[in-house]
């Protein structure tokens, strides 16, 4: 395996009311990274957090921002969320915009960059980007909502990027978001998969010391 497994918690999944605490118990894991949702009611039909609450959080927390961008024109919004603290911002296939241009962009802001893919994308569509990238990010679920159920047909597309990369001798990370738990990111481990967002089943886990330390070990 090229990466060490990384678990990266889903605000989404956190209190709302209480995301600074939310964030701090992530941290008091001894986790380092925190995956946050950034939805339009575009892309996809749900509204979450803007770049005020990545400014607002940043203050409070050291860990790595992994910022998810669900959005119809993340071209406009990568400055802003940058300077608010993101460590690291991923931006959607499917829209048109100019996704080589925007990863530079992202780079250029001094944030690590990364692509990600909707279930019914096919995997030749970043193709192309791949040498451009710090991560891929692979949708499990259709974004939009957490606690939605893995697809287990992802698994073939996380194999066949997983691929590429070794062929290509790359060194991205490879990502999956939606319906992660230990079970089924155990699979995507398998597959291939270094990086995994887990809101529902690391939120609602009886022992989130555990679950983290499981994940840790795979
Ligand atoms: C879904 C988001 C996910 C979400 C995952 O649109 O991109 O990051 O928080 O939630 P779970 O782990 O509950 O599927
Ligand atoms: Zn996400």
Redesign the pocket.
């Known amino acids: 395996m090229l990466h060490a497994p990384i678990l990266a918690p ?1 605000l ?2 956190g209190d709302h009311a209480a995301l600074a605490e939310s964030v701090a118990s992530v941290e008091a894991l001894g986790l380092e990274w925190l ?1 946050v ?1 950034i939805m339009d009611g575009h892309f ?1 039909p749900n509204l979450t957090f803007g770049p005020q609450t990545v400014a607002a959080l940043r203050p409070r927390s050291k860990l790595f921002f992994d910022t ?1 961008l ?1 959005l119809d024109e993340p071209h406009r919004y990568v400055e802003p969320f940058a300077h608010a603290g993101a460590n690291q911002i991923t931006i959607h296939i499917e829209p048109s915009y100019d996704h080589a241009g925007t990863l530079r962009e992202i780079r250029r802001l001094g944030c690590r960059c990364g692509i990600v893919l909707n279930p019914p994308t096919p995997a030749e569509s970043i193709e192309h980007l791949l040498d451009q990238v710090d991560i891929v990010l692979v949708m499990t ?1 259709q ?6 159920s893995f697809q287990e047909p992802m698994l073939d597309k996380i194999a066949q990027i997983d691929r590429w990369r070794q062929e290509r001798n790359l060194s991205f990370r490879l990502e999956v ?4 738990d230990l079970e089924t990111g155990l699979h995507c481990r398998k597959a291939g998969a270094d990086t995994f ?5 690391f939120f609602n886990a009886p022992d989130r010391a555990l679950f983290a330390k499981t994940v840790g070990g795979w």
Do not use: I, N
């Open positions: 889903s989404l999944a995956h949702d996809v998810h669900m679920v974004p939009g909502f957490g606690g939605q978001d939606g319906g992660v967002v887990a809101g529902t089943a």
